[in-house]
């Protein structure tokens, strides 16, 4: 066992078919999947779409897991961040006469208009960034993942990482800014 990894422990329970496990795990993890999804995607539905598929596939492929490669946390992630991406990509190719009606998951009227108004600039701007940018945002700033791990998740080096965070930093800074240095 990798004394390395926190839930390899809970995996090997997991692959054993062990039912507290699964609900252990996804107690664990879900929070913070759905976070993922939910940042990336901008709708709670999708969001917890890709989050059951998530663990569904944790469930099926727990017993084939590969001890010591990888942190499963990191594995997680990076399965999530694939299906959100899927998902996006399905977006693209999908068009619709009107969209939707979804209500607003925002605070009510009196909870501060300049605060939605704050949020709602941050994220169309997160949202208009390219994708491997938003997605080393996501990883970092709202996962909480250091650089090396959030390199890891993504499939790249940690210098890799940091140039698109620089680069996602200053699009951010001249959107949020209105060109204003």
């Known amino acids: 066992m990798n004394n390395d990894d ?3 422990a809970l995996l090997e329970r997991v ?3 062990d039912k507290g496990a699964v609900r252990e795990m996804v ?7 759905l976070g993922l999804a939910n940042r990336l995607l901008g709708d709670r539905g999708d969001a917890e779409d890709v989050a059951q598929e998530v663990f569904l ?5 727990a017993g084939a897991w590969r001890r010591g490669e990888a942190l499963f946390d990191t594995w997680l992630h990076r399965v999530a961040v694939n ?4 998902c996006l990509r399905k977006r693209r190719d999908t068009y619709v006469a009107q969209p939707p009606d979804r209500p607003d998951p925002g605070p009510g009227p009196d ?4 605060m939605r108004e704050e949020r709602d600039a941050i994220k169309a701007a997160i949202d208009a960034l390219p994708d491997r940018q938003r997605e080393a945002i996501v990883l970092q700033y709202y996962q909480d993942l250091g650089n090396i791990e959030a390199a890891a998740v993504m499939g790249i080096s940690v210098e890799a990482l940091e140039s698109l965070l620089a680069r996602a930093r200053r699009n ?3 959107s949020l800014t209105g060109g204003q240095p």
Do not use: F, M, N, Q
């Open 6 to 8: 926190p839930d390899e």
């Open 15 to 17: 692959a054993s078919g």
């Open 27 to 33: 107690t664990r993890k879900l929070p913070r999947v």
């Open 57 to 61: 596939r944790v469930w099926r492929r």
């Open 83 to 86: 299906l959100c991406l899927d």
């Open 111 to 114: 909870a501060g208009i300049a």
């Open 172 to 174: 951010l800074r001249t």
